[in-house]
């Protein structure tokens, strides 16, 4: 199977990066689609192709097809992608969904899974990003690896099962803990503290999991639990008690983690 022409299906962040990475390496991309016109005009002027907002308009002579949807609209459309276009190669580049949602559509199909958080306007360097890929083939699993090897050093061949627990750790990684930046610049920003003092905190937190276990580089009140801390803390958040909770939560879990060393 020789990959000459590529379709997005989809056009959010992935797709987005994704798709300018992949043109840039000099992959050719023929068509976007998008539900919107909005996001569909948007990527296809960025990457100077054609785009639409209609399955049945997608090129029926692609050789591959890359989906970046949210899980429950590929599901939803997965038939409608894959109809009159079978043996293409499809692959979906989601963490969570398995890559055997193309069995019984598809003849040849994969996954291709970036791990990296992706925001519209902020430029990523896909050599620092991971991909991690999976196919139904050793034509098709070839083809990816020398795709994503394109892209990034950081290539690793991983099954279904693997990538839903990795894209699980993802989220506490990544989503969990923006979620605690949120919170913590609602805080500051009600006594008039900017949050940039946050900034070198963070960074160093960040860099120190690159020589120490997680665990061995914990710090703060909950480590030790010292009770006079945490309940002073506790009592400050009496007035938002969903705060309140998650501090005294996440105090038990980081004192129980570190107290099983």
């Given at each position: 199977m020789v990959q000459n022409k590529i379709v997005l299906i989809g056009a959010g962040n992935v797709a987005t990066h994704l798709g300018k990475a992949l043109q840039d390496a000099g992959y050719h991309i023929v068509q976007v689609y998008s539900r919107t016109e909005t996001s569909a005009s948007a990527l296809g002027n960025l990457l100077g192709v054609t785009y639409t907002t209609s399955l049945d308009a997608v090129c029926a002579d692609a050789d591959m097809y890359i989906v970046a949807l949210k899980?429950?609209?590929?599901?939803?459309?997965?038939?409608?992608?894959?109809?009159?276009?079978?043996?293409?190669?499809?692959?979906?580049?989601?963490?969570?969904?398995?890559?055997?949602?193309?069995?019984?559509?598809?003849?040849?199909?994969?996954?291709?899974?970036?791990?990296?958080?992706?925001?519209?306007?902020?430029?990523?360097?896909?050599?620092?990003?991971?991909?991690?890929?999976?196919?139904?083939?050793?034509?098709?699993?070839?083809?990816?690896?020398?795709?994503?090897?394109?892209?990034?050093?950081?290539?690793?061949?991983?099954?279904?099962?693997?990538?839903?627990?990795?894209?699980?750790?993802?989220?506490?990684?990544?989503?969990?803990?923006?979620?605690?930046?949120?919170?913590?610049?609602?805080?500051?920003?009600?006594?008039?503290?900017?949050?940039?003092?946050?900034?070198?905190?963070?960074?160093?937190?960040?860099?120190?999991v690159h020589d120490l276990k997680p665990v061995e580089a914990q710090t703060g009140p909950a480590v030790r639990y010292d009770e006079n801390v945490i309940n002073y803390h506790l009592s400050m958040l009496q007035d938002k008690p969903d705060m309140c909770d998650l501090y005294e939560r996440i105090s038990k879990s980081i004192h129980k983690t570190n107290d099983k060393l």
């Open positions: 899980d429950s609209v590929l599901q939803l459309l997965l038939p409608a992608i894959v109809k009159g276009r079978e043996n293409a190669l499809f692959v979906h580049t989601a963490g969570s969904l398995p890559m055997d949602v193309w069995k019984c559509y598809a003849c040849h199909y994969g996954v291709l899974y970036p791990m990296q958080t992706f925001s519209k306007h902020r430029k990523v360097d896909f050599v620092n990003v991971p991909f991690f890929v999976e196919a139904n083939g050793t034509v098709e699993l070839e083809l990816l690896k020398r795709m994503a090897s394109s892209l990034s050093p950081k290539v690793y061949e991983i099954n279904s099962e693997q990538r839903k627990y990795l894209h699980m750790a993802a989220v506490f990684a990544c989503n969990f803990t923006n979620h605690m930046y949120a919170l913590c610049d609602h805080l500051l920003s009600e006594h008039d503290i900017p949050f940039e003092v946050m900034l070198p905190l963070i960074d160093e937190t960040a860099r120190k």
